[in-house]
């Protein structure tokens, strides 16, 4: 199967600081990634979609200047947490879709803001 | 707009008992429908999926899903659960373009009685 991974799995930051999170395909390249947040025991909450060479499309109320998204390559979208809050501490997962098949998702970033 | 509902937030059933998870869906057209797992602290695996055709899947894990169109449901089940089963359950239904736009329901955390 597609391989997504992300990098930290875990991050610890101070407050106020900025805290970039990458999705990576692994064996195929993904021109649409998707970047989802969950709180504790919540669901997972569609942040934006994440395009290959152009501006991100974000979901109502997701503030695009404090989630920061690049998607500069087929193989790789970063989320940048800027100014972070604790109470953007959260579980952040991203997906990748793979041209007919199904998205598949990373392994998930823990971030604890301190 | 796409949605999911999940009705049970947390069930219990005793190891070997047989187990099912409701899921209702709301979308206009002919929907992708997934079921994913996920263990304490872990990404999302992906159970089962359905697209088109049978409208029984068969998953990973001994699960599988009954799609009804009548009654806009893609219920989980399982003949007989193991203790390894406890984890929390997301049925989620696919949205834009390839269905990678993956629109989670509120989750049903699952207990396993010893």
């Known amino acids: 199967g597609a391989v997504v991974s992300q990098h930290p799995s875990r991050v610890i930051c101070k407050s106020g600081t900025s805290v970039k999170i990458e999705c990576r395909s692994l064996d195929f390249q993904a021109t649409t990634m998707f970047w989802y947040r969950q709180f504790p025991k919540q669901s997972l909450m569609l942040m934006a979609t994440?395009?290959?060479?152009?501006?991100?499309?974000?979901e109502q109320g997701v503030e695009k200047d404090k989630f920061l998204i690049n998607h500069a390559s087929l193989t790789l979208s970063t989320l940048t947490v800027t100014s972070a809050h604790p109470e953007d501490s959260s579980f952040y997962i991203c997906?990748?879709?793979?041209?007919?098949?199904?998205?598949?998702f990373g392994q998930g970033t823990r971030l604890t803001v301190v | 707009a796409q949605s999911v509902t999940q009705p049970d937030i947390h069930i219990t059933v005793s190891e070997g008992a047989s187990l099912e998870l409701r899921c209702n869906y709301s979308?206009?057209?002919?929907?992708?429908l997934f079921w994913y797992v996920q263990s304490p602290g872990q990404g999302l695996q992906l159970l089962l999926k359905?697209?088109?055709?049978?409208?029984l899947v068969q998953g990973i894990k001994g699960f599988e899903a009954e799609f009804k169109r009548s009654q806009s449901s893609f219920n989980l089940r399982k003949p007989s659960v193991h203790w390894s089963d406890a984890a929390e359950y997301f049925c989620?239904?696919?949205?834009?373009?390839?269905?990678?736009?993956?629109?989670f329901g509120s989750g049903t955390r699952l207990s396993i009685r010893p």
């Open positions: 979308y206009g057209a002919t929907p992708y």
């Open positions: 989620a239904v696919g949205a834009g373009s390839s269905a990678s736009k993956i629109i």
């Open positions: 994440s395009n290959e060479g152009s501006k991100a499309t974000y």
């Open positions: 359905y697209f088109s055709g049978d409208t």
């Open positions: 997906s990748a879709m793979r041209m007919g098949s199904e998205a598949f």
